[in-house]
């Protein structure tokens, strides 16, 4: 199988014996897959190996079966992302979600544009926070795991936004009782991730705490690397990372 001038991006890549490199990309039509970029890595190479990296859009093709494809060719398809310090950590945040959220040769062009939108916002200095939260939103929801946000559980019965509730991985909110009910949110903070409209302070830290347990719920494997990367950094003043 071929794929001709593909939209992409690199959400990862390691060397490999001498002169190549394995990539983990996210493709527009094709999804989540493994390339061989081979001799990338040697002086005269025709595909640069500064091309390939991640947060720079690009037109790829490449030819083969399975799980490992081998990349043919590589063009930009514009400048890099302009993500430094706190934004530079969120968007790689974000590709390693993908690439551990992802299962291979799974087509998500919708999540893909969803992607592409999300890098621009963090480049253009949107909130940090609310950003995040807005993308891991709509990544379970492509994946089928949306979350409930605007009614109850147990009855169907629609959030009080001065309500407090409690968190059901499979389900979704019922009325918080006691701490046994496991973990608690409000119903201000489901009602603004439903809605689109970035909550309080105090709300995106419920929503930052809820969405770190939902996606471990969900990962096949341990937590994400970038959590403790960013437990180990100093942000900004009312900053909230993953």
């Not at 990862?12 to 527009?28: D, I, K, N, P």
């Not at 490449?62 to 530079?88: D, Y």
């Not at 009080?160 to 509730?165: F, L, V």
Request: hydrophobic letters at 40%; proline letters at 6%.
């Amino acid at each position: 199988m071929r794929i001709e001038q593909q939209p992409g991006f690199v959400l990862h890549a390691r060397e490999w014996r001498e002169t190549s490199l394995l990539l983990e990309v996210f493709s527009r039509d094709h999804g989540r897959i493994g390339l061989l970029a081979r001799g990338v890595r040697a002086a005269r190479s025709r595909a640069p190996r500064a091309l390939l990296q991640p947060l720079t859009p690009l037109v790829l093709s490449w030819s083969g079966r399975g799980e490992l494809a081998t990349l043919s060719s590589v063009e930009s398809a514009g400048m890099p992302l302009a993500c430094t310090g706190e934004t530079l950590l969120c968007a790689l945040y974000l590709n390693e979600l993908l690439t551990r959220m992802l299962t291979r040769h799974d087509p998500h062009p919708n999540l893909f544009s969803n992607y592409v939108t999300t890098l621009a916002r963090l480049a253009h200095g949107e909130p940090t926070a609310w950003t995040l939260r807005r993308f891991e939103r709509d990544l379970l929801a492509y994946l089928g795991y949306g979350l409930q946000l605007e009614t109850e559980d147990d009855n169907g019965t629609k959030l009080d936004p001065t309500g407090a509730y409690a968190w059901h991985f499979d389900s979704g909110p019922v009325r918080w009782r006691t701490h046994a009910d496991g973990l608690k949110v409000s119903g201000s903070a489901l009602l603004a991730l439903a809605r689109d409209v970035q909550p309080s302070p105090q709300d995106m830290a419920t929503l930052r705490r809820l969405m770190r347990a939902v996606i471990a719920h969900h990962l096949d494997g341990p937590g994400l690397r970038a959590w403790n990367m960013f437990a180990g950094n100093h942000f900004s003043a009312g900053s909230d990372m993953p």
